[in-house]
């Protein structure tokens, strides 16, 4: 008498004795072994990183490698205009913050980029709260929404020229002023020590904002219309239902883009390169510039490689909050 069950067949012989047949003996599929197993689960654990290996090694070639070339030419002296330079130690970082133009550089950046931040914040949340109230029809806001975005459409490049020829002795800047009698009309903006940091932050600020008002506007539009109506029901009025709801709603977002937006001005170089080049009297010199003037005008390599160097340990130690805010978050 034969029994069959679903994993194996229990025959009876005619000596009385048992006999179980595996599945392999029906022709069923063999048990895979460790080594196989091993070699599976080895071959999905690496195949993940062979996609993303082109970006490694794009980013081991465009960033690592420089990044570790610049922190060796820090510690050496005189490299490239010398063909065997020495180790010079923490010679050059010594030599960068002892002088007076790197604090100096310094002053202007935190100048040039609290203003700036502080100034996208408050013009891209009004702009956000002008665009996203009920009071204004769908066209006039899509025609406000292009108007207020195309500061940001433009390249730094074009940015500089456009605001050199405004703000230039005979341009419109100096018109409209002159028109309406708040200056002589021959204001040099960009040539003034006491106009020109002033100036270069304007420029910086105008081209900014659209970021913090698009981002903003979004934030807006997700608020729950409810939480307005129950303010409302409590007798809160305007100010006070936007610094209870919408300032706490916003607030993540809030934090998100200034901080990414005190990484991007602290290194802006284009922008001052392109309209004052730091000058006059290094009035509008920021660390980008003064970094930048050490090796290709003085030809200082090792030195701006440890100005660069100081630069990348404040960015690192901003991106370090940024991210640890980002994952508290969430």
């Known amino acids: 008498m034969t029994q069959t069950t679903g994993v194996t067949d229990m025959t009876q012989t005619t000596g009385g004795a048992p006999r179980e047949t595996s599945r392999r003996d029906q022709g069923g599929a063999a048990p895979e072994s460790p080594r196989a197993r091993r070699r599976r689960s080895l071959r999905r654990h690496t195949e993940s990183y062979v996609y993303?290996?082109?970006?490694?090694?794009?980013?081991?070639v465009l960033m690592l490698l420089p990044i570790g070339m610049v922190i060796r030419y820090s510690l050496m002296d005189n490299v490239i205009t010398k063909r065997n330079p020495v180790f010079a130690g923490l010679a050059n970082y010594a030599q960068v913050l002892s002088n007076p133009d790197f604090w100096n550089a310094v002053k202007n950046t935190v100048f040039f980029t609290?203003?700036?931040?502080?100034?996208?914040?408050?013009?891209?949340?009004?702009?956000?709260?002008?665009?996203?109230?009920?009071?204004?029809?769908?066209?006039?806001?899509?025609?406000?929404?292009?108007?207020?975005?195309?500061?940001?459409?433009?390249?730094?490049a074009i940015i500089a020229v456009l605001w050199r020829m405004l703000l230039d002795p005979n341009g419109m800047i100096n018109f409209l002023l002159n028109t309406v009698g708040l200056t002589d009309g021959r204001t040099e903006w960009l040539s003034n020590p006491s106009t020109a940091l002033i100036a270069v932050t304007f420029i910086n600020i105008w081209s900014g904002y659209p970021f913090y008002m698009m981002s903003l506007l979004a934030g807006l539009q997700g608020i729950s219309s409810d939480l307005y109506e129950a303010a409302t029901i409590d007798g809160a009025r305007w100010?006070?239902?936007?610094?209870?709801?919408?300032?706490?709603?916003?607030?993540?977002?809030?934090?998100?883009?200034?901080?990414?937006?005190?990484?991007?001005?602290?290194?802006?170089?284009?922008?001052?390169?392109?309209?004052?080049?730091?000058?006059?009297?290094?009035?509008?010199e920021m660390l980008s510039t003064f970094t930048y003037k050490l090796a290709f005008n003085r030809y200082q390599f090792s030195v701006a490689s440890a100005s660069a160097v100081v630069v990348l340990l404040f960015s690192m130690a901003l991106a370090f909050v940024y991210v640890r805010y980002q994952k508290a978050r969430d």
Request: charged share 5%; proline share 6%; aromatic share 12%.
């Open 52 to 60: 993303v290996l082109p970006t490694i090694i794009l980013l081991v």
């Open 114 to 156: 609290v203003t700036s931040v502080g100034a996208h914040l408050v013009l891209g949340m009004a702009f956000a709260l002008l665009l996203n109230t009920p009071l204004l029809s769908n066209v006039t806001k899509a025609f406000f929404r292009v108007l207020f975005v195309l500061p940001w459409l433009f390249t730094v």
């Open 239 to 284: 100010w006070r239902r936007f610094w209870n709801v919408t300032v706490p709603q916003l607030r993540p977002i809030i934090v998100s883009i200034a901080m990414l937006d005190v990484i991007f001005t602290t290194q802006q170089f284009a922008l001052i390169w392109m309209t004052t080049g730091g000058g006059p009297i290094n009035v509008t």
